[in-house]
């Protein structure tokens, strides 16, 4: 069974960085894009980044600069660094798989659980 399990959530301070990890089972996890979502009580599901199969990436623009996404296809994970945290950045974070191997928006094939973050003032 293909599955996305997603780790590194908790409470940090802000001003605070965080390393999330996706790690992906019992799939070819090289031949497809995986994007880093969240969401934020009482708001919908948003886009954060996402790594193509070839590496590239990208980010939405709120989150520039802060957020860092990257991919290690040896161990099946890819990684989501948090840094410079805001009381904003308060969500469940989740991993999914896309359907393609790029991130041009092919629609996600299979979600991971979530983790939550929680940023203190």
């Known amino acids: 069974e293909v599955q996305l399990v997603e780790s590194g959530g908790g409470l940090v301070q802000a001003g605070g960085s965080l390393r999330l990890s996706c790690v992906a089972s019992?799939?070819?996890?090289?031949?497809?894009?995986i994007g880093w979502f969240r969401q934020a009580p009482g708001k919908e599901r948003e886009g954060i980044s996402c790594?193509?199969?070839?590496?590239?990436?990208n980010y939405a623009d709120s989150l520039k600069g802060r957020f860092a996404i990257s991919r290690d296809n040896a161990r099946n994970t890819v990684y989501l660094q948090m840094n410079s945290l805001t009381p904003e950045d308060t969500a469940d974070y989740y991993c999914?798989?896309?359907?393609?191997?790029?991130?041009?928006?092919?629609?996600?094939?299979?979600w991971g659980q979530g983790t939550q973050v929680t940023v203190s003032a």
């Open positions: 790594i193509g199969a070839d590496g590239d990436t």
């Open positions: 999914a798989q896309e359907g393609g191997s790029d991130c041009s928006g092919s629609g996600i094939d299979l």
């Open positions: 019992g799939s070819s996890f090289d031949d497809y894009a």
